[in-house]
Nanobody
Framework: QVQLVESGVGLVQAGGSLRLSCAASGRIFSINDMGWYRQAPGKQRELVVAITSGGSTNIADSVKGRFTIGRDNAKNTVIVQMNSLKPEDTAVYYC???????????????????WGQGTQVTVSS
């Protein structure tokens, strides 16, 4: 149906920067929100950054001023630029997209979330 593929290097020292990208492909009619969640060991998955198709953003307080999100609707890609990284940013980062899936022949469209494979981000002190 729809695949999300993440890319980006995930090891950096504190104070450094990383950039993760995510590309969606498949039976995509359109995409509503796209963004990134993260999950640290022993913690719940939390929303980090998100962006609507219109460009409105939602950024977690813990990363505000350090992380930015951008999106290319024509390419169905989303990017998170992470600056001034801290050891507490260490987690597995998951891209997600809320997709309106094109129906198969004669079938209806439907909306559901898809997830990337996860990227380990490690920030050393």
């Amino acid at each position: 149906q729809v695949q999300l593929v993440e890319s980006g290097v995930g090891l950096v020292q504190a104070g450094g920067s990383l950039r993760l990208s995510c590309a969606a492909s498949g039976r995509i009619f359109s995409i509503n929100d796209m963004g990134w969640y993260r999950q640290a060991p022993g913690k719940q998955r939390e929303l980090v950054v998100a962006i609507t198709s219109g460009g409105s953003t939602n950024i977690a307080d813990s990363v505000k001023g350090r992380f930015t999100i951008g999106r290319d609707n024509a390419k169905n890609t989303v990017i998170v630029q992470m600056n001034s990284l801290k050891p507490e940013d260490t987690a597995v980062y998951y891209c997600y997209a809320n997709v309106i899936v094109s129906g198969t022949t004669g079938g209806p469209r439907y909306t559901t979330n898809f997830w990337g494979q996860g990227t380990q981000v490690t920030v050393s002190s």
